[in-house]
């Protein structure tokens, strides 16, 4: 599993509950949406964000962009913290 962060600057977690019955609990939509992510999400993450916004009383698509937000600001993170690494070019 190693490999496939091999390329970022962002850490691994271990995880105690069994992912892929997290990830069938979670409502249609979120899984969906998990199934197009960038970044590999646990399931409890992407659940603590769904719940954040349904309780804020956002709607699932509204939801949906908090979670593409989310990712969004973390894979900046990743690009900057990157780009300091890199060479310079000439």
Excluded: I
């Excluded at 964000?49 to 937000?69: F, H, I």
């Amino acid at each position: 599993m190693s490999r496939n962060l091999g390329s970022t600057s962002l850490g691994r977690k271990s995880r105690a509950a069994d992912p892929m019955r997290s990830y069938d609990a979670l409502p249609a939509p979120l899984r969906n949406w998990l199934a197009q992510a960038s970044l590999p999400w646990s399931p409890a993450s992407a659940r603590r964000v769904w719940n954040r916004a349904c309780a804020k009383g956002l709607s699932p698509d509204e939801a949906l962009s908090k979670l593409s937000k989310a990712e969004a600001r973390t894979l900046a993170r990743d690009r900057s913290a990157n780009s300091q690494h890199l060479p310079a070019k000439f």
